[in-house]
């Protein structure tokens, strides 16, 4: 976007007429402000493994050595310091089911010190989504950050098992918040791996909820994309063809790319396949007085 102020004039149409829908990632737990050191997709697998350490859960010395090499690889500027294995999003999401099994009955434990950790405080960020008066926000993060912001109405929590209460609440007129990939407070609900998406992403009463908020709202997604350009598509890949068919716009907010056809090449598959317009940004730091400004819109 070339101003924080440069608004789409049906995603401010959305926010008047109580169809604005914000759709948050992972990206916001790490923005300006936010305390207790929130890991985006990069640095999770290497969060588990040091949980892995603490709590013991390695067979012999052997099977941490290649767990660790599995998702770090030694930095090549300075060998005695570690660097994220490069690999897509989905495979991944695939090979953390691993760490899940090792973790066991201190998975719960592991995601508490990951994603409910003693110092969390929300940011501006969070603060601005709130802002935007919006009576359904929905998240595919596990920590408590927008539950936390001061001064927001009653809202009522749903995860993506329980999406037809959630639905129910929508239609009372009442506040809601919809994990669609689980809480920390529920290690049952958390969504972390491959085969977990694919569960939630199935469970009929959650794509009925997704298809049926798609259709009748304006989605405004924030916090995707700025680690991995599969983010938006493992969300939406489920619900495309409602998307396609679907009369609203919906709005990402995305980091400019390095490479110009790159990024042309993205906004227009995110156009086409999900109906989604991109709304570029060149640095971080825009975000939150787009937010802003959307609010005061």
């Avoid at 990069?42 to 090499?69: G, I, N």
């Avoid at 929300?122 to 001061?150: F, K, M």
């Avoid at 009463?205 to 009748?216: H, M, V």
């Amino acid at each position: 976007m070339t101003s924080p102020i440069n608004l789409p004039h049906l995603l401010i149409t959305a926010k008047h007429e109580g169809k604005l829908v914000p759709f948050i990632g992972a990206g916001l737990s790490q923005s300006t402000g936010v305390q207790g050191g929130f890991p985006g997709w990069p640095d999770l697998p290497k969060r588990l493994l040091e949980e892995c350490d603490r709590h013991l859960v390695w067979q012999d010395d052997h099977d941490k050595a290649t767990s660790w090499a599995r998702f770090r690889i030694a930095d090549a500027a300075d060998p005695s310091r570690d660097a994220p294995r490069p690999m897509p999003l989905r495979e991944m999401l695939r090979q953390l089911d691993q760490l899940k099994d090792k973790l066991d009955a201190d998975y719960g434990k592991a995601l508490d010190a990951i994603f409910r950790p003693a110092n969390a405080a929300p940011g501006a960020g969070h603060q601005a989504i709130i802002d935007l008066r919006a009576r359904t926000i929905l998240t595919t993060n596990y920590d408590r950050l927008l539950e936390t912001v001061a001064g927001q109405p009653d809202r009522t929590i749903h995860v993506w098992r329980s999406a037809a209460n959630a639905m129910r609440d929508v239609h009372a007129g009442r506040d809601v918040l919809l994990k669609v990939h689980g809480t920390v407070e529920d290690p049952d609900s958390v969504v972390l791996t491959l085969d977990e998406y694919r569960v939630a992403h199935q469970h009929a009463a959650y794509t009925k909820a997704l298809d049926l908020l798609l259709g009748t709202h304006s989605f405004l997604f924030v916090g995707y994309g700025m680690e991995d350009p599969d983010d938006l598509d493992i969300i939406l890949e489920d619900n495309a063809e409602q998307l396609a068919s679907a009369n609203p716009l919906h709005f990402a907010l995305l980091q400019r790319l390095p490479d110009r056809q790159a990024e042309a090449k993205r906004a227009d598959h995110l156009r086409r396949t999900y109906h989604v317009k991109v709304i570029p940004y060149r640095d971080h730091a825009e975000v939150v007085p787009f937010l802003e400004a959307l609010a005061r819109a």
